[in-house]
T-cell receptor
Framework: NAGVTQTPKFRILKIGQSMTLQCTQD?????MYWYRQDPGMGLKLIYY???????DKGEVPNGYNVSRSTTEDFPLRLELAAPSQTSVYFC???????????FGEGSWLTVV | GEDVEQSLFLSVREGDSSVINCTYT??????LYWYKQEPGAGLQLLTY?????DMKQDQRLTVLLNKKDKHLSLRIADTQTGDSAIYFC???????????FGKGTMLLVSP
């Protein structure tokens, strides 16, 4: 998966708990993304970053936070987990405009 | 905003050709992608086409782009059971660095 590592692969959270999904890349790509995939709904963009120190909201940012202190890492933070955040989360990397985007293997999160 | 539409399901027999269709709404120059997702796995980039092209062929895969109708198709020749997966169409509109995805087409290949 093009040098994109996501951890953990599976996690069960209780309502109200917090956690961080980690994403690390070794491709030195400037652009990094977080998508969520719900059954039958395709992928929705949560947040993205065009480089270290810069982040932007995507289509569904509520309930999440991100940071980008280095080129390699783009963690996704869930505060006060809710059942609606049960989903599969994909981190992706790219080289920006007119370039392809490569995905990690995903993190399966269940909030109960 | 952008919207990408796909049929949800396609069933074919092994050895037949499969054609997965996609429509998009952004009329500006755009880049269009096909991704494959096998059960429990991430998204694998299959192929992509730029809006100044009408067709792209890559081994068993043929992508056709009709810009007038904003219609994209992926043809898989000699479909195999290993091609069973969900196929996502995605667009990257001009000036953007993010992808907008369709909901995916589940392809089922029977022996």
């Amino acid at each position: 998966n093009a040098g994109v590592t996501q951890t953990p692969k599976f996690r069960i959270l209780k309502i109200g708990q917090s956690m961080t999904l980690q994403c690390t890349q070794d491709m030195n790509h400037n652009y990094m993304y977080w998508y969520r995939q719900d059954p039958g709904m395709g992928l929705k963009l949560i947040y993205y970053s065009v480089g270290a120190g810069i982040t932007d909201k995507g289509e569904v940012p509520n309930g999440y936070n991100v940071s980008r202190s280095t080129t390699e890492d783009f963690p996704l933070r869930l505060e006060l987990a809710a059942p609606s955040q049960t989903s599969v989360y994909f981190c992706a990397i790219g080289q920006g405009l007119r370039n392809t985007i490569y995905f990690g293997e995903g993190s399966w999160l269940t909030v109960v | 905003g952008e919207d990408v539409e796909q049929s949800l399901f396609l069933s074919v027999r092994e050895g037949d050709s499969s054609v997965i269709n996609c429509t998009y709404t952004d009329s500006s120059s755009t880049y269009l992608y096909w991704y494959k997702q096998e059960p429990g796995a991430g998204l694998q980039l299959l192929t992509y086409i730029f809006s100044n092209m009408d067709m792209k062929q890559d081994q068993r895969l043929t992508v056709l782009l009709n810009k007038k109708d904003k219609h994209l198709s992926l043809r898989i020749a000699d479909t195999q059971t290993g091609d069973s997966a969900i196929y996502f169409c995605a667009e990257m509109p001009s000036g953007y660095s993010t992808l907008t995805f369709g909901k995916g087409t589940m392809l089922l290949v029977s022996p």
